[in-house]
């Protein structure tokens, strides 16, 4: 009975931008620019809101510092998730990105009931809003969150963290869209009931725009095969890699972090079988699936038939 255990891991995180900036580097600048930016936004959209009483202006900037909080979790996360294993942490922590992305989705799901709460009321008791002001500061919003959906455009699909805050700050453009337009038809109309109804409609955009991300961070927290890998397609290209395989069982899949998978196997080999060959091809054909962790055991039929299963 043989084992194996490789350790090759993705690193698209490092490579290099066409003007010669790693990846790393750039993602940590865009973190701290987009938290900067939105910050500040925040402050002036909460004040703005306050001083002319809109709820939408008011709710999209408790939207958006749950963004900033989102945004600085994330860059914590992305942060430990380089750090070296150590006798403690023998994977190191990159589990903590995986934890991140379950709390932004949560924390979102709370600034979602926040704004409902606050438009239901301001339905129940409407009050005048200054259309001209909310369109103004809506229409920073637009550049601002723009902009910062550029910052992490090109590394959207590397990380779930990383597309998590693309997607927030991409409904966050479109949110205030809507709030711009919602404030140019006040200032014409004086259909006030439109700012807390523009604040019900920017609930349910977040709403949706966050439940996918849920679901899949709690599959991630609870070990679950990530969503992008098909179990069965990794079965399958185990058994094609070498016609020496009789068997594939005792598969487990799991992440070890949002960009990382690992995957453990036993593999029935024929008798005369090269194991070392064979576990070369098996890890190969692994990474072709996404899976650069793997630890593989190989067995013959002989100590299949004998083997206990404790489940």
Same mark, same amino acid.
């Given at each position: 009975?043989?084992?194996?255990?490789?350790?090759?891991?993705?690193?698209?995180?490092?490579?290099?931008?066409?003007?010669?900036?790693?990846?790393?580097?750039?993602?940590?600048?865009?973190?701290?620019?987009?938290?900067?930016?939105?910050?500040?936004?925040?402050?002036?959209?909460?004040?703005?809101? %306050?001083?002319?009483?809109?709820?939408?202006?008011?709710?999209?900037?408790?939207?958006?510092?749950?963004?900033?909080?989102?945004?600085?979790?994330?860059?914590?996360?992305?942060?430990?998730?380089?750090?070296?294993?150590?006798?403690?942490?023998?994977?190191?922590? +990159? +589990?903590?990105?995986?934890?991140?992305?379950?709390?932004?989705?949560?924390?979102?799901?709370?600034?979602?009931?926040?704004?409902?709460?606050?438009?239901?009321?301001?339905?129940?008791?409407?009050?005048?809003?200054?259309?001209?002001?909310?369109?103004?500061?809506?229409?920073?919003?637009?550049?601002?969150?723009?902009?910062?959906?550029?910052?992490?455009?090109?590394?959207?699909?590397?990380?779930?963290?990383? +597309?998590?805050?693309? %997607?927030?700050?991409?409904?966050?453009?479109?949110?205030?869209?809507?709030?711009?337009?919602?404030? %140019?038809?006040?200032?014409?109309?004086?259909?006030?009931?439109?700012?807390?109804?523009?604040?019900?409609?920017?609930?349910?955009?977040?709403?949706?725009?966050?439940?996918?991300?849920?679901?899949?961070?709690?599959?991630?927290?609870?070990?679950?095969?990530?969503?992008?890998?098909?179990?069965?397609?990794?079965?399958?290209?185990?058994?094609?890699?070498?016609?020496?395989?009789?068997?594939?069982?005792?598969?487990?899949?799991?992440?070890?972090?949002?960009?990382?998978?690992?995957?453990?196997?036993?593999?029935?080999?024929?008798?005369?079988?090269?194991?070392?060959?064979?576990?070369?091809?098996?890890?190969?054909?692994?990474?072709?699936?996404?899976?650069?962790?793997?630890?593989?055991?190989?067995?013959?039929?002989?100590?299949?038939?004998?083997?206990?299963?404790?489940?």
């Amino acid at each position: 009975m043989a084992h194996g255990h490789g350790h090759t891991h993705n690193h698209g995180n490092n490579q290099a931008l066409p003007h010669g900036m790693p990846a790393v580097e750039y993602l940590n600048r865009a973190f701290k620019l987009g938290i900067i930016l939105n910050l500040i936004f925040v402050a002036v959209e909460f004040l703005a809101g %306050l001083v002319i009483g809109s709820v939408a202006l008011m709710s999209d900037a408790g939207h958006n510092l749950s963004d900033v909080i989102s945004l600085a979790l994330a860059m914590f996360a992305f942060s430990l998730a380089r750090q070296k294993p150590s006798s403690r942490y023998t994977y190191g922590r +990159k +589990k903590s990105t995986v934890v991140v992305s379950l709390a932004n989705a949560c924390i979102l799901l709370v600034a979602v009931g926040f704004i409902i709460y606050e438009s239901v009321e301001k339905l129940i008791t409407p009050q005048p809003v200054e259309g001209g002001t909310v369109a103004w500061v809506a229409g920073v919003g637009i550049v601002v969150n723009a902009f910062t959906v550029w910052l992490f455009l090109r590394h959207k699909d590397s990380d779930i963290n990383i +597309k998590g805050a693309y %997607l927030h700050m991409a409904a966050d453009t479109l949110v205030s869209v809507g709030v711009l337009v919602s404030g %140019l038809i006040i200032s014409f109309t004086g259909w006030y009931i439109l700012d807390p109804v523009i604040g019900i409609i920017i609930a349910v955009v977040i709403f949706f725009s966050t439940w996918g991300l849920l679901k899949e961070s709690l599959r991630l927290a609870l070990d679950g095969v990530p969503s992008g890998i098909d179990p069965e397609a990794v079965q399958d290209s185990i058994r094609a890699s070498d016609p020496a395989i009789r068997d594939v069982h005792h598969l487990h899949i799991w992440p070890l972090s949002t960009t990382e998978t690992a995957l453990t196997a036993h593999i029935t080999v024929s008798e005369e079988a090269a194991t070392g060959e064979v576990k070369a091809k098996v890890k190969e054909a692994l990474r072709g699936q996404g899976i650069c962790h793997s630890t593989l055991e190989t067995e013959t039929p002989a100590d299949r038939a004998c083997e206990c299963d404790c489940g």
